[in-house]
């Protein structure tokens, strides 16, 4: 499946294979580095938590690699990484799991939320039944975004207070 698509801002794709002509970042482990600080991962799981050496990067890029489908951020006017979305599919390609991150110096400018309803439209374009998003209960931002984008709260579990919200997309919405 070609997970790539584009908003006014933003062009996305996997970030093994995102064309050289949309983005000036080479070097993935750099990239990784520089977006994961430590007020970036702080809601994220533990062990994604703290400051990114360069082989730490190069770790997570792999374990990534391992798990699912990672996708790169570009801002279009900069040609610069800002963040990531990372998917997990289920057995059928049709329900998936989101996670996304973004850099701390494009917080508050309203990329969070042209990122989640690109992907949403991406969804209902290539046949997504459900997408569920875990969320810190303590990120009312995320939560904010997800819900902007008609996810809704489906469970609270007591992992890391992690919120559960899922979008249903409906055929021909």
């Known amino acids: 499946m070609n997970y790539s698509y584009s908003t006014n801002r933003l062009v996305v794709g996997e970030w093994h ?7 000036d ?3 993935l482990a750099v990239v990784v ?12 799981p533990p062990a994604w938590q703290g400051s990114y050496t360069l082989e730490r990067a190069n770790n997570w890029i792999r374990e990534r690699d391992e798990e699912g489908v990672t996708l790169v951020v570009v801002e279009k006017s900069t040609r610069s990484a800002i963040g990531f979305i990372i998917l997990f599919e289920s057995a059928d390609d049709r329900d998936l799991r989101l996670g996304y991150l973004l850099a701390e110096s494009v917080w508050g400018k309203g990329y969070a939320a042209e990122l989640i309803g690109g992907f949403v439209k991406w969804c209902k374009d290539n046949d997504i039944s459900t997408v569920t998003g875990g969320v810190d209960s303590d990120n009312i931002a995320s939560i904010r975004v997800l819900e902007k984008n008609n996810f809704v709260r489906e469970s609270h579990t007591d992992k ?3 919120q559960m919200y899922v979008l249903r997309i409906n055929r021909g919405s």
């Open 17 to 23: 294979s995102v064309c050289s002509d949309e983005w």
């Open 25 to 27: 970042q080479e070097n």
């Open 33 to 44: 580095k520089n977006i994961l600080t430590p007020q970036v991962t702080q809601s994220l």
């Open 160 to 162: 890391n207070k992690e």
